[in-house]
Nanobody, 119 residues
């Protein structure tokens, strides 16, 4: 069974930094796109960042210049470095991966990790 496990969320003051991690495990042949979405209370889910297998990245407008997505392909892990955090960044962050496994093509999601930006 393929699964994604996230870590790194927590409470941080405005202007601070956090790094989220997301590791895929299971019988995986290849991971294509990886990325992060977030959802704040009362708001729609929004794309935070994504990264392709060859390292091309995309960011949501609200995080450009502050967040950086990266990946460690040999270890099936992606990271989201979040700097200059604002209260509006408070949300549950979900990682995803589109990959090929022994059972075929899958889109797998993490369990979510809460990021709270508050003084």
């Amino acid at each position: 069974q393929v699964q994604l496990v996230e870590s790194g969320g927590g409470l941080v003051q405005p202007g601070g930094s956090l790094r989220l991690s997301c590791t895929a495990s299971g019988r995986i042949f290849k991971i294509n796109d990886m990325g992060w979405y977030r959802q704040a209370p009362g708001k729609e889910r929004e794309l935070v960042a994504s990264i392709t297998n060859n390292g091309s990245t995309k960011y949501g407008d609200s995080v450009k210049g502050r967040f950086t997505i990266s990946r460690d392909n040999p270890n099936n892990t992606q990271y989201l470095q979040m700097n200059s955090l604002k209260p509006d960044d408070t949300a549950v962050y979900y990682c995803y991966a589109r990959l090929w496994a022994t059972t075929g093509a899958l889109e797998v999601w993490g369990q979510g990790t809460l990021v709270t930006v508050s003084s």
